[in-house]
């Protein structure tokens, strides 16, 4: 089982574009769209779902406002100011609350309360999937409004993307990662084979290109890069894949702007499926140097 981990410095880049057209070229692959902050290949792949389960992590703390003596103990030790003292709506005593969006789930408030007010149940953050899609199997999530624990999650949609894959003897397990440089991106890429990065000709690109790199050789994990829209500053392109290669990364290819893009979007599909042209023979290329690389050959560096 082979897994190709797609990611970006930020959101925008075509990231989940390409990976919707690499489930078309791959074939036989397990989908894991990680970017459960924002996710949407979904709205290019239709998933049919079937399996949902819930994603508990942590606990929250929930004040018993009938139990509650109003002594403000747990706001002064809560050292995220979630709890705040507000008033029984049935008789105007004052009690406290606590704000679940704030809450870190620490439990000290707990312990705490002299008269035992405060309950502490799992924490419901989102929920995760197993559907079919076109292409094969795609494991994805959605994360609850106000939850925080996207890194978890990323991993947990990794994990059982890879359990999945084995099950099913699949050969490839295509990671859609979130963008950025944080937490959700450490999970999405900890213990990848190899990574590849997203990235369009712009002085905000080669900015978080640079991040996206520093963060790969932190952590040891060779990089590829393909540059989305090239042609749409190709001096900037020069300077980005130069950069990359300084950074020890191996440009993989270059794929065009071309609005057939937004047509095959429009339709549900990915630039591979709709036939596109000269955009679909980019991103071949793209998808023949990753496997080459991957394969320990050498990828070439433009089209
Ligand atoms: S410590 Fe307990 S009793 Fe005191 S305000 Fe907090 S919840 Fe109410
Ligand atoms: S569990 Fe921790 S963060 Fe949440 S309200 Fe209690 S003290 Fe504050």
């Known amino acids: 089982m082979k897994e190709l981990v797609i990611i970006s410095g930020k959101g925008g880049t075509g990231k989940t574009s390409l990976t919707a057209s690499f489930a078309a070229l791959a074939g036989n692959m397990v989908l894991a769209d990680c970017d459960v902050d924002a996710a949407d290949l979904h709205l290019l792949l239709a998933p049919d779902i079937q399996y ?32 705040a003292s507000v ?33 502490f149940p799992d924490c419901h953050c989102g929920e995760w999937f197993i559907s079919a899609t076109r292409h094969g199997p ?31 003897n699949r050969e490839w397990v295509l990671v859609d990662g979130p963008p950025g440089t944080g937490c959700p991106v450490i999970a999405a890429v900890t213990g990848a084979a190899r990574v590849l990065v997203v990235t369009e000709p712009t002085v905000a690109g080669a900015h978080d290109l640079a991040r996206i790199l520093q963060l790969a050789n932190h952590f040891k994990i060779p990089a590829t890069v393909c540059v989305n829209k090239w042609d749409l500053h190709p001096d900037m392109t020069e300077q980005m894949e130069a950069a990359a290669r300084e950074a020890g990364a191996t440009p993989i290819g270059r794929v065009r702007y071309d609005s057939a893009i937004t047509a095959a979007q429009r339709r549900g599909l990915s630039a591979i499926e709709a036939g596109a042209g000269p955009l679909a023979g980019d991103i071949h290329a793209v998808w023949r140097n990753w496997q080459a690389v991957a394969a320990g050959n050498s990828g070439s560096a433009n089209p």
Do not use: Y
Request: aromatic share 4%.
């Open 138 to 168: 795609m494991v994805h999530a959605r994360l609850a409004p106000g939850s925080d624990n996207s890194g978890k999650l990323v991993s947990l949609v990794r994990e059982e993307a890879r359990k999945l894959a084995k099950q099913q």
């Open 87 to 119: 008033r029984r709506a049935s008789n105007g005593v004052r009690v406290h609350r606590v704000d679940p969006i704030a809450c870190e789930g620490c439990g000290v408030c707990v312990w705490n309360c002299p008269h035992q007010a405060i309950d």
């Open 52 to 83: 949902r389960a819930d994603f508990i992590s942590g606990c929250e703390a929930i004040i018993r406002e009938a139990d509650c003596r109003g002594c403000g103990r747990c706001a002064e030790l809560c050292r995220f100011d979630a709890i």
